[in-house]
């Protein structure tokens, strides 16, 4: 019989958050497919709808990688298929050139508050048992 060590206990509890991190990101990818959104699209609109509120904010794209868990190549592939999809829209930062800015258009912000229910349910449902 193994002995369960200090370690061992912190091994487990590691291992049961990323098996509630899996099973709710593939939940919310789920529930999300039908509107075209997968969990880390929805991430973004998230954030940029909190961030950003009223319509025409910006957030800089820089901020957003702190935020969500991609790396910025994968941010920034993800934000050329929402701006391609007209979810969001991309600008140069005036001041800094390298800096970008995004921002939700219209069908983003009606979007996120469609889909919003569905994605807080699954957090909900999945973080209950947890």
């Avoid at 369960?4 to 939940?27: F, N, Q, S």
């Avoid at 789920?30 to 954030?47: C, K, N, Q, T, Y």
Wanted: some cysteine; proline content about 2%.
């Amino acid at each position: 019989m193994a002995v369960k060590t200090v370690e061992t206990g912190l091994e487990e509890r590691w291992r049961d958050i990323l098996a509630v991190h899996a099973r709710t990101m593939c939940e919310i990818d789920r529930v999300l497919h039908p509107h075209g959104l997968g969990a880390s699209d929805f991430e973004v609109l998230d954030i940029l709808a909190t961030e950003s509120p009223r319509e025409g904010d910006q957030c800089r794209v820089q901020n957003l990688a702190g935020r969500v868990h991609l790396s910025q190549s994968a941010l920034s592939r993800l934000i050329g298929r929402l701006e391609k999809d007209g979810l969001v829209e991309r600008s140069m930062c005036v001041e800094d050139r390298r800096g970008v800015y995004v921002s939700l258009t219209r069908k983003g912000r009606a979007l996120h508050t469609e889909v919003l229910p569905l994605q807080r349910g699954v957090l909900a449902r999945m973080l209950d048992d947890a």
